[in-house]
């Protein structure tokens, strides 16, 4: 499918409504917004299939669909450093930022990296990337050991202190992914939660008020508990 005729079946399915209702939630940018929903988006992907070349030409539109679409059909072993350094300086709404992690990102081999590198810049949408990654890792990634995921507490303690609600709501995602992989990561990210509150910023007590609340609710417990019995 060319990059003419994949533009012109956004274009068809284009929506005011929708562009704003996401405004409303805060998805605003620079670039054009069709207000697309999310499911035609995904099928749209499904039909192309994975294919690299035309995911770059869809994200050089600039339209914040087109882009969304780039990171569903892109190749994960593909990207390389210089590639997504290029296409997060593009990302100015939590909507786009959150499709590119959650979509293509974490599956590539520098997402740790990333982590390390993005959870310590200023830029908001970059920082928020990071912990977002984090929280996309902590769902995902079956392998890897609680160690693994113990060494983004430093990150998370010092990400709660971002007073940018796009930044420390990826934070308290984070914390509270990770406090859901297994009771041990939930009770130290139990007690990371209580550190964090005692630092007294609005933010921080966001964070951990909702760490705090989820992974001690009943809910949250009782798939811990099952998932152990199934060890």
């Given at each position: 499918?060319?990059?003419e005729?994949?533009?012109?079946?956004?274009?068809?399915?284009?929506n005011?409504?929708?562009?704003?209702?996401?405004?409303?939630?805060?998805?605003?940018?620079?670039?054009?917004i069709?207000g697309?929903p999310?499911?035609?988006?995904?099928?749209?992907?499904?039909?192309?299939?994975?294919n690299?070349?035309?995911?770059?030409?869809?994200?050089?539109?600039?339209?914040?669909?087109?882009?969304?679409?780039?990171?569903?059909?892109?190749?994960?072993?593909?990207?390389?450093?210089?590639?997504?350094?290029?296409?997060?300086?593009?990302?100015?709404?939590?909507?786009?930022?959150?499709?590119?992690?959650m979509?293509?990102?974490?599956?590539?081999?520098?997402?740790r990296?990333?982590?390390?590198?993005?959870?310590?810049?200023?830029?908001?949408?970059?920082?928020?990337?990071?912990?977002?990654?984090?929280?996309k890792?902590?769902?995902?990634?079956?392998?890897?050991?609680?160690?693994?995921?113990?060494?983004?507490f430093?990150?998370?303690?010092?990400?709660?202190k971002?007073?940018?609600?796009?930044?420390?709501?990826?934070?308290?995602?984070?914390?509270?992914?990770?406090?859901?992989?297994?009771?041990?990561?939930?009770?130290k990210?139990?007690?990371?939660?209580?550190?964090?509150?005692?630092?007294?910023?609005?933010?921080?007590?966001?964070?951990?008020?909702?760490?705090?609340?989820?992974?001690?609710?009943?809910?949250?417990?009782?798939?811990l508990?099952?998932?152990?019995?199934?060890?």
């Amino acid at each position: 499918m060319e990059l003419e005729a994949i533009i012109n079946k956004l274009l068809a399915m284009s929506n005011e409504r929708n562009v704003e209702g996401m405004r409303c939630f805060g998805i605003v940018s620079k670039a054009e917004i069709l207000g697309v929903p999310k499911p035609k988006i995904r099928e749209l992907a499904r039909n192309i299939g994975m294919n690299h070349d035309l995911a770059l030409k869809l994200w050089e539109t600039g339209i914040h669909e087109a882009r969304i679409l780039a990171t569903l059909i892109a190749d994960p072993s593909k990207i390389t450093d210089e590639l997504i350094e290029k296409w997060i300086k593009d990302v100015d709404n939590w909507d786009l930022c959150d499709q590119l992690v959650m979509n293509l990102l974490w599956k590539t081999k520098i997402a740790r990296k990333k982590i390390l590198e993005w959870c310590n810049r200023n830029e908001e949408f970059v920082k928020r990337a990071g912990f977002v990654l984090i929280a996309k890792l902590a769902i995902s990634d079956k392998k890897s050991s609680d160690e693994e995921f113990e060494k983004f507490f430093p990150l998370i303690k010092e990400g709660a202190k971002d007073s940018r609600k796009y930044v420390y709501k990826a934070v308290s995602w984070a914390l509270r992914q990770i406090g859901k992989r297994n009771p041990k990561l939930n009770e130290k990210a139990l007690k990371l939660a209580e550190e964090i509150m005692k630092l007294g910023t609005k933010s921080a007590r966001y964070v951990a008020r909702e760490a705090l609340k989820e992974l001690k609710s009943e809910k949250v417990k009782k798939r811990l508990m099952s998932k152990q019995a199934r060890k």
